[in-house]
């Protein structure tokens, strides 16, 4: 038995009968085909079909066009990538995989956010030597009415909803995943998963399967979850659901994060990387906070990372470091809080090696650090306020333009411009509930 059939047979006998095929489209929506299991190596030979056209929809599920896509016209083919393959716990009977996207010739198909994040991550290897560690943190708020209403952090909120979030933390254990922690975060309803890292493409394969299973979880419980950038109307004063990312360069098996004589004691290959990422944020929130809605959350004070700054442990800063206990090396590492829910997993970890990469072509450094909340001090600037800056940056960047190339970017622009047209004139709260519930 060849590697496929031996992963059918696995399901089979587990008594799965459908296997979910996912990937993440440009507006920041997992996108799905599914196969029976017995279908599989059909799908691993020949792909499963799907029309080009999704690199264009929108968050409604509208389409618009971008130079090379639109229309009705083309096909490619969804190939599953069984390393990744995974028996879902609160889905009984299926099975999830992510895909690459090919050309129906099965050439590489340029507009993969998955083979962009891979590329990148081939590149830090073979460019660099460097590895790169890499972890999403999950928010989501759960409308859980009054079991949801306990205190931020409080072990009440635990305690009403004691089921469910044992269950949420049993099924990704279940799947394999290594929750590190679950905790109530500041809004009403709202909480956080956290898993162990991994490399960049299977950090973001991760932050689909955890985002999908507790949905699944929350399903099984009758309770409504948003994931979206700002969950709820109410909520505006409040705060958001964030998708920070966690990330360590290292080579070797040693965290670059840490042993070096750079500022606390990062090495100069991780301060350069952290350089390079830095300069490009304004670029990156693009990908990384894609949204019109992204930008109700991304305010300061709120530990969403509104301020274009770094510094140590400094949980309102764009870009905090984390220098990790004496006896906890490997736990350094850098986390970018600017990122939500709405973005695609792929391209923000592809965008930010790339960015990492650039820092550590040119030999980048660090401004001074910042410590304390950088809201209305001096000198210091605010990442871009509404999206369409961001989208501005986007397009000037020369270090993200070469590593996404044409087809890549051209959609991800057309997108993020429709979409800032499509709520061009609605007000906060229509836009909250317009995105509420979609991603
Ligand atoms: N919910 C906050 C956000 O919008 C983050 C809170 C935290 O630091 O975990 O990103
Ligand atoms: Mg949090």
Redesign the pocket.
Known sequence: MDHTQQAMARLTSAGVGCVALTWVDNAGITRVKTVPTARLKDAVRDGVGMSPVFDVYLVDDSMTESPAIGGPDGDLRLVPDLDRLTTLAAQPGWAWAPVDRFQASRAPYPGCQRSFARRQQELASAEFGIELLMGF?T?WVVDAGARGSGPAYGMARVVALSDYLREVTEALGAQGLVPLQVHP???VG?F?VSVAATGPVAAADLAVLVRETVRGVSARHGLPVSFA?MAVAEGLEG??????LHLSPWRDGKNLCRGGDGPFSMTGECEAFLAGVFRELPALLALGAPSPASYL??RPS????AHHCWGLEN?EAALRFVAGSPDDLGGANAEV??F?GAANPYLVVGGVIAAGLAGLREGLTLPPPVSGDPAGRPGLRRLPTELPAAIGQLADSAVLREAMGEELLGAVLAVRRAEVELFASTTPEELVEATRDRY
């Open positions: 943190e928010e975060e500041y809004a709202q956080e950038p705060l958001g659901n964030g998708r920070h959350r991304l709120r530990w969403a990372g949980r809080k600017s939500d």
